[in-house]
Antibody, heavy 120, light 112 residues
Framework: QVQLQESGPGLVKASGTLSLSCTVSGASISTYYWSWIRQPPGKGLEWIGYMHYSGNTKYNPSLKSRITISEDKSKNQLSLNLSSVTAADTAVYYC??????????????WGQGTMVAVSS | DIVMTQSPDSLAVSLGERATINCKSSQSVLWSSNNKNYLAWYQQKPGQPPKLLIYWASTRASGVPDRFSGSGSGTDFTLSISSLQAEDVAVYYCQHYHGTYTFGQGTKLELK
C-alpha cells in the first residue's frame, strides 16, 4: 500500500531554513499531486502547498514568499524548504497525497508527520 | 479566500447517541460545472495524522463505517455520527479543496 514518511531536522534556528523530505513508497510521485500541511502544537491544520511532477506547484499565499516545494524522482521524494523561519513555524509537518490524479481533490493518504521546533 | 467555520468548537455526546458537527464556508464550494461540492471531512486522533472520512461532501472514503455521514451543499455542511462509539472520540475538520485547501478550525468530540 502507499506510505509516506516525512524526515528532517527536529530543530531549526530562527531566521534559518527548514528543510524536510517526504519519501513515498507504493506509488510513484510522478503520478499524483502531493501536498504539505502543518499543524502547530494544539492547533488546527494549515495547507502549505502542493506539487506535481509536471512542474505545477501552488503555495499558500500567506507563505508563498518563503516556500519551495520540489521533487526528487530518483528517490521518489518530495521536499519542502521554508526560509526565514520564526517561532510561528513550529509545527508538525505532514505530507499527503491528493486523492485523484488532479489537484482538485481531498487528501487520502497522509504521512505520520514530523515535529519541527524553531529555536531562538 | 474561502474561510471555513465549524460549530461547535467542542461537543460531548453519550455512547450510542448522535453527534452532529457543522461547517460553514464563506463562499459556495459547489461548482456548477460538475455540480460537486468540494468539501471533505477528516478525523484526527491524538498523535495521529488526519484521516479522510468524507469527500464530495457526502461520499464516504474507503473503509469508513456507515455511521458516519455527510450532508449539505453550497455553504452549509454537516457531519453526523449516528451512534457514537468510543473510538470516535477525536477532532474533526472540514476542508475546502478547490483552488485552495482551507480547513475549518476543528471540532473536538468527547464522551459525555
Amino acid at each position: 500500500q502507499v506510505q509516506l514518511q516525512e524526515s528532517g531536522p527536529g530543530l531549526v534556528k530562527a531566521s534559518g531554513t527548514l528543510s524536510l523530505s517526504c519519501t513515498v513508497s507504493g506509488a510513484s510521485i510522478s503520478t499524483y499531486y502531493w501536498s504539505w500541511i502543518r499543524q502547530p502544537p494544539g492547533k488546527g491544520l494549515e495547507w502549505i502547498g502542493y506539487m506535481h511532477y509536471s512542474g505545477n506547484t501552488k503555495y499558500n499565499p500567506s507563505l508563498k514568499s518563503r516556500i519551495t516545494i520540489s521533487e526528487d524522482k530518483s528517490k521518489n521524494q518530495l521536499s519542502l524548504n521554508l526560509s526565514s523561519v520564526t517561532a510561528a513555524d513550529t509545527a508538525v509537518y505532514y505530507c499527503a497525497r491528493h486523492q485523484w490524479l488532479g489537484e482538485l481533490s481531498a487528501f487520502d493518504i497522509w504521512g505520520q508527520g514530523t515535529m519541527v521546533a524553531v529555536s531562538s | 479566500d474561502i474561510v471555513m467555520t465549524q460549530s461547535p468548537d467542542s461537543l460531548a455526546v453519550s455512547l450510542g447517541e448522535r453527534a452532529t458537527i457543522n461547517c460553514k464556508s464563506s463562499q459556495s464550494v459547489l461548482w456548477s460545472s460538475n455540480n460537486k461540492n468540494y468539501l471533505a471531512w477528516y478525523q484526527q486522533k491524538p498523535g495521529q495524522p488526519p484521516k479522510l472520512l468524507i469527500y464530495w461532501a457526502s461520499t464516504r472514503a474507503s473503509g469508513v463505517p456507515d455511521r458516519f455521514s455527510g450532508s449539505g451543499s453550497g455553504t452549509d455542511f454537516t457531519l453526523s455520527i449516528s451512534s457514537l462509539q468510543a473510538e470516535d472520540v477525536a477532532v474533526y475538520y472540514c476542508q475546502h479543496y478547490h483552488g485552495t485547501y482551507t480547513f475549518g478550525q476543528g471540532t473536538k468530540l468527547e464522551l459525555k
